[in-house]
């Protein structure tokens, strides 16, 4: 399971994401407290509050792992925009410097110094 697998992103979640995942959490706890404190002596009632807590309990599984999932494709596709963002800036870097290259050699000015020694 990925839950336990290195570091989790969930920092990067804002109150109203937190608030939206919460509601699966809350709907099994409070399924559960019902099943605890309205015990039924009807077998259909307790069955029917067990398969509603267990089902919960497997879509918080599954709202954890799709919650992973998003974060970890959202770094990535940052990671990737911000490659991309440093492959244009040493692209520019490299017609800067290319065109400075070419308009000093255009204008570049050789000069020679001729000098003669011991009458040659």
């Not at 039924?40 to 509050?49: D, F, I, L, P, R």
Request: glycine share 6%; hydrophobic share 45%.
């Amino acid at each position: 399971m990925r839950c336990s697998k290195g570091r989790n992103n969930y920092g990067e979640l804002s109150h109203k994401e937190w608030l939206k995942f919460s509601m699966i959490p809350l709907l099994t706890v409070a399924s559960m407290l019902l099943m605890f404190f309205c015990k039924s002596a009807e077998a259909k009632v307790q069955t029917a509050y067990l398969f509603l807590s267990v089902g919960l309990i497997f879509i918080n599984i599954l709202v954890i792992e799709l919650m992973q999932g998003i974060l970890e494709k959202e770094e990535l596709l940052q990671e990737s925009a911000l490659a991309g963002q440093k492959k244009e800036s040493q692209l520019a870097h490299y017609r800067d410097m290319q065109a400075v290259y070419e308009r000093q050699g255009r204008n570049a000015v050789i000069h020679v110094k001729l000098v003669q020694e011991g009458g040659s």
